[in-house]
């Protein structure tokens, strides 16, 4: 399949930017799904809240969510999900407030349901990078904890 070469040339600065984007992440010392949001949230001046879906508003198509109210990014998730999905479902909203999906200057939200729009792919692709480097910076049981939701579990409010 041949591909313009504007096309070309902006899925290569996506990828650049994305990069740019993951590698300004100041990484906590002990990484969490909490930590990290906070770190990622101060890249964006938001405040990062991490919850579980209010049981009254889950619905089988949205697996997690983030809306942005003021200065504050919450993202949810839906707690019925597989540890290790749950843990994939945070870093994707994580993802978004990182690549300014959600920011506070406007009032924004985003689902993760299908990965159809470039807006999810990207978001996606990063959250296999952050928990790619998850796996690098978490040693032994410390990640197994994080690996079955523990972590997040441990961090809630
Ligand atoms: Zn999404």
New binding site residues.
């Given amino acids: 399949m041949a591909v313009s070469a504007a096309q070309d040339m902006e899925e290569r600065q996506d990828l650049q930017d994305q990069r740019d984007a993951l590698s300004s992440i100041d990484w906590p010392e002990r990484p969490t799904v909490q930590s990290l949001g906070e770190a990622i949230g101060r890249l964006r001046g938001m405040r990062v809240v991490i919850a579980p879906i209010p049981e009254g508003i889950r619905s089988a198509e949205v697996n997690g969510l983030t809306v942005s109210v003021g200065s504050a990014a919450k993202v949810y998730y839906d707690p019925r999900l597989a540890p290790l999905n749950c843990t994939q479902t945070i870093l ?1 909203e994580l993802a ?1 407030v990182l690549h300014g999906d959600v920011c506070a200057e406007r009032s924004a939200a ?3 349901t299908t990965f159809d729009t470039p807006q ?1 792919r990207r ?1 996606e692709l990063t959250a296999t990078r952050l928990m790619l480097e998850l796996n690098r910076r978490i040693r032994g049981s410390d990640l197994l904890d994080f690996l079955s939701g523990r972590a997040a579990r441990a961090h809630r409010p």
């Fill in positions: 994707h978004h985003s689902y993760r999810e978001a």
